[in-house]
């Protein structure tokens, strides 16, 4: 089993829907959660940090962590063209961060 | 607002030449990175470093790899005797803290092509 699952996608929404991405992991030694954004030829782009299970919200963005379950989701509101790229979780517990493949994400005009 | 820098952006290099893959860290920043995606695949990590010191490697990092901090600003990758699939982009990342506090900041990467 990988230590990180993330479905590459592709996904396709309009604009203005809800986005959901989700991994699940399989190391409980896992302690800190990330979402990054990558658009294509540049590097990950952080978007949203988390620490403990739960749900972080910052603007359209929220990360909800299940450390129970071992199981966490971004989610986008109101997606925008703009938020096309490739979101990638990480995982880390000390020095050397794990990255999910990476879901790539259109959002139609 | 401060960022990782890298060079070069693009580097083209004949099958077993070295290579070496510069990276400019935030300069608050007290641990470094390499990652690696081939195209179309998963970032993947292969060292980190701090104090002066590898911390931890993956089992990409072989002896062909190492890497070196100079001067007190860049942060560099060599490759020793390049290989076809040794073409990647290549991410230099940098923290805070150890646990990535905050999350880690990326260059914009260097693309490696091995002919």
């Known amino acids: 089993q990988k230590e990180v699952e993330q479905d590459p996608g592709p996904l396709s929404v309009p604009e203005g829907a809800i986005v959901s991405l989700n991994c699940t992991y399989s190391?409980?030694?896992?302690?800190?959660f990330m979402w990054y954004r990558q658009y294509s030829r540049k590097g990950p782009e952080l978007l949203m940090y988390?620490?403990?299970?739960g749900n972080k919200e910052d603007g359209r963005f929220t990360a909800q962590v299940d450390k129970s379950s071992k199981y966490i989701s971004l989610f986008i509101r109101d997606s925008q063209p703009s938020d096309s790229a490739t979101y990638l979780c990480?995982?880390?517990?000390?020095?050397?961060?794990?990255f999910g493949a990476g879901t790539r994400l259109t959002v139609k005009p | 607002e401060p960022e990782v820098t890298q060079t070069p952006s693009h580097q083209v290099t004949q099958m077993g030449q070295e290579v070496i893959l510069r990276c400019v860290p935030i300069?608050?920043?007290?641990?470094f990175y390499w990652y690696r995606q081939i195209l179309g695949q998963k970032v993947e990590f292969l060292v980190s470093?701090?104090?002066?010191?590898?911390?931890?490697k993956s089992e990409i990092f072989d002896d062909q790899f190492s890497v070196e901090r100079p001067d007190g600003s860049n942060f560099t990758l060599k490759i020793r005797s390049t290989k076809l699939e040794d073409s990647a982009m290549y991410f230099c990342?940098?923290?805070?803290?150890?646990?990535?506090?905050?999350?880690?900041?990326f260059g914009s990467g260097t693309r490696l092509t091995v002919v």
């Open positions: 470093f701090y104090n002066n010191e590898i911390s931890e």
């Open positions: 988390t620490y403990s299970s």
């Open positions: 990342a940098s923290s805070e803290a150890q646990t990535g506090d905050y999350g880690y900041t």
């Open positions: 300069s608050n920043h007290l641990y």
């Open positions: 190391n409980s030694a896992f302690q800190y």
């Open positions: 990480a995982m880390n517990s000390n020095n050397d961060m794990r």
